[in-house]
């Protein structure tokens, strides 16, 4: 099977601005979750997908939404961007809750 | 924030030696995973051991988990330096709450020279 697929890899956005990040679970994996790593924070929960419904949440801004499809893909949304949001965004998957989740390469975001 | 604490939180050794790293948490959970990250790329799944198990190997892995203490710890026998990354702890939340989030400890820096 294929593994978490991310795109785009890199991304560089200037303050103000809105990007969105996509991820593709593996194959039958319906649970996507995001997570933020900083040097400052380090790995931190962004939110949860199952099945189209947002199902958790972490403490971030309104600014951090996401959304998924029916074909499990994911995106993330964070709108006017701020310098502190430059960070590796990562992805993950599993089938059910208590399983592994694997990660996708994730997409690094510099905001300038 | 982060719920574990990982130690120590940067280990040198010498190729063909063991190295461990230990792992503490908070709350009650369901299971811990152990995961791999080379120079800020993407998580590397290691292993899994559930809230019930006490000790999981795999390869030149060998993890264990005390509930009662809140603890793990990783062991990497004969390590190679092909090894170098850094490594973390995360934990999944009982059944039923905190869905999909894993929750990671700070990391361990692991350097091992050739």
């Known amino acids: 099977k294929a593994g978490v697929t991310q795109t785009p890899r890199y991304l560089i956005k200037t303050r103000g601005q809105q990007v969105t990040l996509s991820c593709s679970p593996i194959s039958g994996h319906r649970s996507v979750s995001w997570y933020q790593q900083t040097p400052g924070q380090g790995l931190q929960f962004l939110f949860e997908y199952f099945s189209e419904t947002q199902r958790n949440k972490g403490n971030f801004p309104g600014r951090f939404s996401g959304r998924q499809f029916s074909n499990s893909r994911s995106e993330m949304n964070v709108s006017t961007l701020e310098l502190g949001d430059s960070a590796l965004y990562l992805c993950a998957s599993s089938q059910v809750q208590g399983d592994t989740q694997y990660f996708g390469p994730g997409t690094r975001l510099t905001v300038l | 924030s982060q719920q574990g604490e990982e130690d120590p939180q940067a280990l040198s050794i010498q190729e063909g030696e063991n190295a461990t790293m230990n792992c503490s948490y908070k709350?009650?959970?369901?299971?811990l995973q152990w995961y791999r990250q080379n120079s800020g790329r993407g998580l590397v799944h290691l292993i899994l051991i559930r809230s019930n198990e006490r000790e999981k190997h795999s390869g030149r892995l060998r993890v264990t988990l005390d509930t009662s203490k809140k603890s793990s710890s990783l062991l990497i026998t004969a390590s190679r330096a092909a090894d170098t990354a850094s490594y973390f702890c995360a934990t999944d939340a009982r059944w039923g709450t905190s869905y999909g989030k894993l929750t990671f400890g700070q990391g361990t820096i692991l350097t091992v020279h050739p």
């Open positions: 709350t009650s959970i369901n299971n």
